[in-house]
């Protein structure tokens, strides 16, 4: 019996079971979820405007027209690139399930990508940063807790935004971090135990306003921070410290990280606590200090 088939269904049916897939079988993180839920989305929409509504009438070179598309939109390289990927990773489990007879995406390339360095903050540019928020508002001491703890964990903004109040140890000073079935345990220092027993005690009941809420850092609505709402208060403190350089929520890992290896850390200490899976991606930081 034949197992490969074609099935008559449209892809917004298949895409959500290749989410489901990677939510319940995969156990991907939710960042890697929203991330392929949304550029498959996107596909399926220009594909549409092409006629195509099923996975299996997809082909190699109606795939090579989606990606010259994006490059006339401008999109970046990286931006592309985690596309292609996306792309990739559904129509294998098209394949892999029987659905389609051949996998049209099997030969795309992916764009090369240009590596440029990371934004590293001196050790002195850090300080002035940390410095800034050092009112008695809720907010100011709940942002000076969230960028204390971003620096002294190295954890990236979605596990910072993440977090709820069981992943953290006041006592022994470590937070817990999972990413998929994955998880990691990364202490603290003093500082950073300091501003969050701070916030826990006299700012995170005012945010909250009387609700419940298991998310460690909310905003002023008392409702989980957001990626975008963050990445305005690391702007706007790197601003009022009058840093010169293109400060994103990263920066602080990549700073944590670049400082723990002038140090003298060991290498695959740091890569353990970033949660990076290839030591490759780890000793760039090496290099930057080098050069």
Not at 21 to 40: F, G, P, Q
Not at 154 to 177: A, H, Q, W
Request: net charge positive; glycine share 6%; hydrophobic share 35%.
């Amino acid at each position: 019996m034949e197992r490969l088939r074609d099935v008559g269904t449209d892809m917004g049916t298949e895409i959500q079971a290749f989410i489901d897939y990677l939510e319940h079988i995969k156990r991907a993180s939710k960042n890697t979820v929203i991330s392929y839920r949304r550029d498959l989305i996107q596909l399926a929409a220009y594909l549409e405007e092409q006629g195509i509504y099923e996975a299996s009438k997809v082909t190699k070179t109606s795939l090579n027209s989606y990606i010259l598309y994006l490059e006339r939109q401008g999109k970046a390289t990286t931006t592309i690139s985690r596309v292609l990927a996306s792309i990739k990773a559904f129509f294998h489990y098209e394949y892999g399930e029987g659905h389609i007879r051949r996998d049209p995406s099997e030969l795309l390339k992916t764009p090369k990508i240009e590596k440029r360095p990371p934004v590293i903050l001196t050790v002195k540019e850090v300080d002035a940063f940390l410095q800034q928020p050092s009112g008695d508002s809720p907010k100011e001491v709940r942002d000076k807790a969230m960028l204390e703890l971003l620096y002294a964990t190295g954890i990236r903004v979605s596990e910072l935004i993440g977090m709820k109040v069981t992943d953290v140890n006041l006592t022994v000073g470590f937070v817990t971090c999972r990413d998929g079935q994955k998880e990691r345990m990364i202490p603290f220092g003093k500082t950073a135990t300091q501003s969050l027993r701070r916030y826990m005690s006299e700012s995170r009941e005012k945010l909250l306003r009387g609700a419940e809420s298991e998310w460690l850092f909310t905003n002023c609505s008392g409702k989980p921070m957001s990626r975008q709402g963050f990445w305005k208060i690391v702007k706007y403190y790197g601003e009022k410290a009058e840093i010169h350089k293109d400060i994103t929520p990263h920066t602080l890992r990549h700073s944590f990280a670049a400082h723990l290896i002038s140090s003298g850390a060991d290498i695959q200490a740091v890569q353990t606590i970033l949660g990076h899976a290839d030591l490759a991606t780890t000793q760039m930081y090496m290099q930057y200090m080098r050069g």
